[in-house]
């Protein structure tokens, strides 16, 4: 086999290699992270019952970004309560709220909304 033969299947193996690696690297897939919440409260309340510790976020985007993405560069995801008073409030979590890479789009958060009641004093 001449030289310049050896070299241009040597060149296809390494391109097709890369172009693999490209084309699984793009490739969309979901994933599911566990994204920790924290709750900022008016100056002396308290919650009657504690919020959730973590959301669980499933996102959707290249395998590639995914694959090496930790919770903890999502978040944590703070919901903010301190302008309301006593009594019942409401909270919910929107999908901007999150750290993202560029590429990857939120499917869900769970749970993404809530109610809790805020009492003066703490506990």
Known sequence: MPRSDLRLRLL???MAAALLLVVRGERRV???FWVPLEARLPRGMSTADPLPAE???SLNGPW???RSLDAAE???V???LSRTGPGPTSWYV???SLHLPAGV????IHPAQGSVELLRGHP
């Open 64 to 66: 590639a970004r995914l």
């Open 74 to 76: 999502l978040g944590p």
């Open 30 to 32: 979901s994933y599911a």
């Open 55 to 57: 959301l669980k976020v």
């Open 12 to 14: 296809s193996l390494v």
């Open 78 to 80: 703070l919901i903010d």
């Open 94 to 96: 929107r999908a901007d």
């Open 105 to 108: 789009h939120v499917e869900s």
